[in-house]
Every structure is written in C-alpha cells, then in structure tokens.
C-alpha cells in the first residue's frame, strides 16, 4: 500500500471535490479534499487534500502554509515544507472574494441597467414634455392670433359703423334741408306744385282736400284755386272732383285727399320721404363715392 501524504488546507465548504496538484517536477496527479480533524491542530476540524504518491509525510503546520490565489483559473501554490508539491486548489478566502467579486460585477450590472433605464425614461419623459410644450405654445400661439384677428376684425366693423353712422348723419342733414327749403318756397311755387299733385290723382270721383294747418292758416290753396283744377279736369274730361274742406289736416306741410273709403296723403314730408328713397343711394354715391366705400 503506497504511503499517503496529506496536505490540510482550510477548504471546509469544497469537502469531497477533486483537484489537481503538480509537483516540483511539473508532474501532475490529482487528490480529493476531505475534511476531519489533525492533532497538529489542536483537534480542529479542517479540510484537506489527500494526495496518493510514494513521499513520506512531513510534520505540517498550518500556520506555514502561504497562499497566491487568483481567482480566475481558482489556482493556488502552496509549497510544503520541503518545497515539493505545488497544489492546485482554491482557499476559503479565494471563494468568498470571488463570490464578492460576482456579486459586485451582478451588482453593478443592475446598476447600469437601472442607470439606462433611467435615462431612457427620463429622455422619454423630456421628449414628452418638449412635445407638450411645444403643442402648448403653437396652441397659445393660434389663439393668440385668432384673439388678434377677431379684435381687428371687431376693430374694423366699429369704425366701419361709425363712418356709416356719420354719413346717415350727413343724409339725414341733407334731407332736412331739403325739406326746409321746399317749405320755403313762395306761393307760386308752392300751388304749382299742389296743381300737378292734384291732376295726378288717378281717381276718377270726388275727393275732399284738406289743408296743412300752415297752409289753412296762410291760405295758399283756396276755393278758387280748386275750382280751376276741377275745370282743368271738366276739359281733360275725366271725373274727377275736389272740394275745399274747411277743417286743416293734422299735418305741418301739404294737404292729404279723402276718397271716403281711402285717404292719399300728398304732405310734403311724405313725399319727399318717398322720394328720398328712390335718390338717396344716388345722392350718397356723389357725396361719398360709395365705390371707395366698398374698398375700404
């Protein structure tokens, strides 16, 4: 039976795995670590490689035993005490640093991902945030403008208005001169113009004249002029006739003829109201160039 020399090494957790050793040589064979207790160490529970060869054992001590560990290949050399034996093992402390060291590279891995992660969520969230502000802005911005044409266009109609209120001032200025100058005018003019009314009338009866109460006051119109217009009616022969009533209309200027069934109202506000109508576009495009109107 070949003599066994047993090298203990603080290998508790590794108890029963295989490792490789090599010699002074460079020679290589393999041991198992075992654990169980040593005399040389106070009865201490260890672990160990227990390597087959023909060397006899050496007096071990634990406290002897230098360790240059790397972790990656898990190899260290530990010489005994005559320098013979190079053995590939791993030491307690070589574990635990590799186990920290996996769990500091895992550790910082999370990291990194949550770093990323991160900043994705904060770029999306800063991509969002231009993109809403962005809509913001042209939103306000629309509004803005639409604020800005609404008020021009408020702007305009109110100026508009009050240049087309200035000119129906202007016509209605124009009107009322016109109407004072026609009831200015002398008594010849003024019953010329109560003949052609009344030679006008497209009745064919009698009708009752009744006065302005200006005019049955200052008697323009009397009896004996409207005996010559029922004459000149008599020539035309047409059948019509008019009688002077004694009582005066209620209006300012003019006369106003009673059919009975019907009233024509010949008052010179009247008139010159209906005629207004049919002149006053005329009238404001000479006063005001109405084309200009429009392209303003």
């Keep these: 039976m070949s003599a066994h020399r047993v090298h203990r090494l603080k290998l508790r957790h ?10 002074f040589h460079d020679r ?12 040389l160490c106070n009865g201490r529970n260890l672990c160990g490689v227990r390597i087959a060869g023909n060397h006899s054992s050496p007096q071990w001590n634990s406290s002897r035993v230098k360790e240059e560990c790397r972790i990656e290949n898990y190899e260290s050399r ?10 590939t093992s791993v030491s307690l402390a070589t574990i635990i640093k590799k186990i920290e060291d996996e769990a500091e590279a895992q550790r910082q891995q999370i990291i990194d991902h949550a770093n990323a992660e991160a900043e994705q969520i904060v770029e999306q969230g800063r991509k969002r ?9 042209q939103k306000a ?6 604020v800005k044409n609404r008020r021009m266009a408020t702007t305009l109609l109110h100026m508009r208005k009050e240049k087309l209120d200035h000119r129906q001032q202007i016509l209605n200025e124009v009107f009322t001169k016109a109407l004072t100058r026609i009831q200015s005018y002398n008594p010849e003019q003024y019953r010329d113009g109560a003949r052609k009314l009344l030679l ?7 009708g009752t004249v009744f006065l302005s109460q200006t005019d049955h006051a ?16 008599q020539q ?10 004694d009582q005066p209309a209620e209006i300012e200027h003019g006369f106003v003829v009673d059919f009975d069934d019907f009233v024509v109202n010949y008052s010179i506000e009247t008139l010159l109201a209906g005629l207004w109508e049919e002149i006053k576009t005329e009238v404001s495009r000479q006063l005001f160039d109405e084309a200009h109107l429009e392209d303003e």
């Design 129 to 137: 945030a231009e993109d809403e502000a962005a809509h913001i802005l």
């Design 236 to 245: 035309q022969q047409r059948q019509l006739r008019f009688t002077l009533s």
């Design 218 to 233: 200052e008697a323009l119109i009397d009896q004996a002029f409207i005996d010559a217009i029922n004459e000149e009616l």
């Design 78 to 87: 530990i010489p005994d005490s005559h320098g013979s034996f190079f053995i």
């Design 14 to 23: 590794l108890s029963g795995q295989s490792v490789r050793f090599r010699n």
């Design 141 to 146: 911005e629309d509004e803005l403008h639409n």
């Design 200 to 206: 006008s009338v497209n009745e064919e009866r009698e």
């Design 28 to 39: 290589q064979t393999s041991g198992r670590i075992w654990q169980g207790s040593d005399s």
